[in-house]
Nanobody, 121 residues
Framework: VQLQASGGGLVQPGKSLILSCVVS????????LAWYRQAPGQQRDLVAW???????GYPDSVNGRFFISRDNANEMVNLQMNNLKPEDTAVYYC????????????????WGQGTLVTVSS
């Protein structure tokens, strides 16, 4: 499985950014997908996930600001990030994940390379 993320960059606080990830080498429509982020010196954290059924989930830190979506026709998963804050600065990674029957993430099967998002004025 290969994942290619793009869309990172420098953005001012309060602005929006969209990350995209193209996935290949798997039956995309059957996969659950996720975005993680890792700030300097910090662990890698889950920020959004979407199951093959289209169920989505977010941690409290981004709930209401970040929105994950999938495009099965083009085998892409996107992350819309709104009202960005300096603490959102991190390298963002897309991933193919395993999820439970209730839609919770149970582990990562494949990682993409990261894309850096810097939120600064």
């Amino acid at each position: 499985v290969q994942l290619q993320a793009s869309g990172g960059g420098l953005v001012q606080p309060g602005k929006s950014l969209i990350l995209s990830c193209v996935v290949s080498g798997t039956r995309f429509s059957l996969e659950s997908l996720a975005w993680y982020r890792q700030a300097p010196g910090q662990q890698r954290d889950l920020v959004a996930w979407i199951t093959h059924q289209g169920w989505t989930g977010y941690p409290d830190s981004v709930n209401g600001r970040f929105f994950i979506s999938r495009d099965n026709a083009n085998e892409m998963v996107n992350l819309q990030m709104n009202n960005l804050k300096p603490e959102d600065t991190a390298v963002y990674y897309c991933a193919v994940v395993n999820t439970s029957q209730t839609g919770e993430v149970r582990g990562v099967r494949s990682w993409g390379q990261g894309t850096l998002v810097t939120v600064s004025s």
